[in-house]
């Protein structure tokens, strides 16, 4: 498809400051103005926006192509015969083509569009899981995983008689690959392992372990949500048959993200929604499918999101993932820095190979409070077990404090969130010793 560049209008920021920010050094507090809402005071104070790992803000490209959908092209897709209606369906499909080029799929058929990862994984639970598992299989996950990431496998596994096998986590929040080697074996069918962990920040050795399961005969889903907007990926590199990820983790809209698919296994797959759009021919004798992607996006979609999706991958790419990767590399080894200075705070995740989240622990300050007295500071941060609760049980914590950085965060963003933990610690009697 050749029309991307003259039916899809140019994002304003990518072509400003995103584009500027691609030809030097990324300059956080230049792109910071292309996010409307950073410049609005919390609390009668600057926005110190760190809780990116729940959802990143939106730059004005993104918002200014959801309402230009609505204000130009708005029209259902597929069905449609009028002009509206096609020119609708480009955008989707342009989008689609977006993802593709984000993953670097083979193809944008791989792609299919879903809710989030949550709902990416779901699919995979429920289409390929029920299709694929039965009594007596084993599905790997790890002791990192978000719940996304393992309840599904419960409910499938529940349903199958297939049974799930942990991967264990060592003290600095890595994964035991030793464990996994020997958990994989000749009943392992899938294995399913988040790239990057929102609640330790460890990036996971994820094409060795889909060398590995692949070895085994195990297919491997990735659970991309904390990875996309963080670093480039690589879907044919990394070698792993699906990955999931969430458009509002990557400064996109949210209800929308995609799952990536190896072609031939989603052309194997069964549906797992019924509805419009999915069918090929539909009698009350029975049915018939669509091919994929289409069999795997019952009903209307959500059109506007999956464009202004594509608007977000347009502006991070138009900075370079690699550029931002190595901004927020660089700010996280100054977080940590700076957190390892305060008395009485505990790093929870400390592997080698980190993404930007500092998860962190007080001494005598439980993590909600903290929250809640770094929010009165204006420093927006995220409290509590981060849906991993198993991480949380594994360290014997009921939760952490996290901060999570984006491509817009910068030394200013940890010197206040440094001040505010100063602050609690003396509210809280002088912790700081
Ligand atoms: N996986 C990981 C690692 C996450 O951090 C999250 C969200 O925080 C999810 C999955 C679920 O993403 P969503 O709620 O967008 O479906």
New binding site residues.
Partial sequence: MNALATVVPTPPAASGSAAAAAKGALVAADLARDFPILSRPVRGRRLVYLDN??TTQKPEAVIEAERRFYRESNANIHRGVHWLSQHATDLYEQARERVRRLLNAASADEIVFT???????NLVAYSWGRANLKAGDEVVLTGM??H??IVPWQLVCEQTGAVLKVVPITDRGELRLDAYESLLGPRTRLVSV?H???ALGTVNPVARMVELAHAAGAKVLV?G??AVAHQPVDVQALGCDFY?L?G??LYGP?GI?ALYGRRELLAAMPPWQGGGDMIRTVSFEGSTWADAPQRFEAGTPNIAGAVALGAAIDYVMAIGLDRIAEHEHRLLAHATEAAQRIPGLRLIGTAAEKAGILSFVVDGIHPHDLGTILDAEGVAIRAGH??AMPVMTRFGIPGTARASFALYNDEADVAALVAAIGKAQQMFGGARR
């Fill in positions: 790992g729940a809710r989030g990862t949550t709902e990416a994984i995983e978000h996304s990431n988040v990057v962990s929102n659970d949500a904390q999931a969430s509002h983790k949210t993200g981060h849906c």
